[in-house]
């Protein structure tokens, strides 16, 4: 079995990573080759290739709504609140119909178990982690990151006062609602090129910390506890695809096994280990905030109170975008993220070209494998 180092390695030994792109089976062949003696499943699923997709059809629709709305002013209603509901949904990290639109390609999810069982166990503790990796973005730039949810938000409320503008229009044509329509049209295609320009000119990231770390985490924690053989705990590997478009393969794992949770069903995400300090995140969400304070939580936050060798561990919170453990709290399933943070509270170099091997710490890693071992082993 490799060591979790190596297992980073080899996964930035691909250029990337990205959803469905013809690195995505030659990647899950390796991940596959880890678990020769483990039972192991593909499970498909339909996804956008990008977010970059989901963001040109949102702003084409509100662009198209706005314009329509002086020309056509029933038709620039319908197109912008559709728009505007599918965009709230979408950055508020609530599955939403633009995911749907074309063009769609197929990802993968890989699930592992520990061979089959005899009985069944009382209680389920999936650990997960996104195998995928980010367009490179200008948006995540040392310089724009801290903006990034102020800037969301401000994009938001733009979204909303368009449909205000729209339905004045129709009400009433004026001219003054005529020209914010076009600024407002105008600021949506350059914020559509700033979000996506570097992807057309440098592709994905490599992915080094976000997140071949948190992958090789989730495995090795996994190998440890299946070599422990708990007693009543099911423990079960889930690396997920299409992370990076917007948690899209955690939604179909979940949608597609939610029926066979027990009853204390439990989840630990690993999401990108490679810089800063490891935190249990408590907080997220881009526009409201999204809490998370469970039994997990609680059982983290006890383990570093009581071992030394973790007490700089600390809570944190990550509001540029979310984790595939969103899914989860909302259903009520309990369940953690662990991520590394800097001192500013951001994720150095993720989405950018400089998401390499070379950059990696591997510190926070470690740490997050030795806190979810504790944490399983407390269940």
């Known amino acids: 079995m490799p060591n979790p180092e190596s297992i980073v390695k080899k996964l930035a030994s691909f250029k990337h990573r990205g959803a469905a792109t013809q690195n995505e089976p030659l990647v899950l062949d390796y991940l596959q080759s880890i678990f020769s003696d483990k039972t192991v499943s593909l499970e498909a699923f339909k996804t956008p290739k990008t977010y970059i997709s989901v963001v040109w059809w949102l702003i084409s629709g509100l662009v198209v709504g706005l314009v329509s709305s002086n020309l056509i002013p029933f038709l620039g209603v319908v197109i912008t609140c559709f728009f505007t509901t599918f965009a709230l949904l979408y950055f508020n990290w609530y599955a939403s119909p633009v995911t749907k639109f074309p063009p769609r390609v197929t990802s993968h999810n890989l699930i592992v178990k520990n061979g089959v069982m005899n009985t069944p166990k009382s209680k389920k503790l999936i650990l997960m982690a996104h195998y995928d990796t980010a367009p490179i973005s200008f948006l995540y730039t040392p310089q724009m990151v801290g903006n990034f949810r102020k800037s969301l938000r401000f994009s938001l409320i733009l979204m909303v006062i368009a449909e205000f503008i729209v339905i004045v229009q129709f009400i009433n044509q004026n001219i003054i609602f005529s020209y914010l329509s076009y600024i407002l049209a105008t600021y949506f295609l350059i914020q559509g090129i700033t979000a996506t320009v570097d992807f057309f000119r440098l592709g994905y990231s490599n992915g080094a910390s976000d997140n071949a770390t948190g992958?090789?985490?989730?495995?090795?924690?996994?190998?440890?506890?299946?070599?422990?053989?708990?007693?009543?705990?099911?423990?079960?590997?889930?690396?997920?695809?299409?992370?990076?478009?917007?948690?899209?393969?955690?939604?179909?794992?979940?949608?597609?096994?939610?029926?066979?949770?027990?009853?204390?069903?439990?989840?630990?995400n690993f999401d990108t280990l490679g810089n800063g300090n490891l935190k249990v995140i408590t907080q997220t969400g881009s526009w409201s905030n999204i809490i998370y304070d469970n039994r997990i939580i609680q059982s983290a936050k006890e383990i570093i109170s009581q071992d030394t060798d973790l007490?700089?561990?600390?809570?944190?919170?990550?509001?540029?975008?979310?984790?595939?453990?969103?899914?989860?709290?909302?259903?009520?399933?309990?369940?953690?993220?662990?991520?590394?943070?800097?001192?500013?509270?951001?994720?150095?170099?993720?989405?950018?070209?400089?998401?390499?091997?070379?950059?990696?710490?591997f510190k926070p890693m470690n740490d997050a494998i030795q806190l979810a071992e504790q944490i399983a082993l407390k269940l």
């Open 311 to 361: 007490q700089h561990i600390t809570t944190g919170a990550w509001h540029t975008a979310d984790f595939d453990s969103v899914w989860f709290l909302r259903a009520g399933v309990p369940c953690v993220t662990l991520a590394a943070l800097d001192t500013n509270g951001r994720m150095p170099n993720i989405h950018r070209p400089t998401d390499t091997f070379e950059n990696v710490d």
């Open 215 to 268: 992958v090789a985490a989730a495995i090795e924690t996994a190998n440890r506890l299946w070599d422990k053989n708990l007693k009543d705990v099911d423990v079960e590997l889930v690396l997920t695809g299409a992370e990076e478009v917007g948690m899209i393969g955690a939604r179909d794992y979940f949608l597609k096994h939610a029926k066979e949770f027990t009853k204390e069903t439990y989840l630990i």
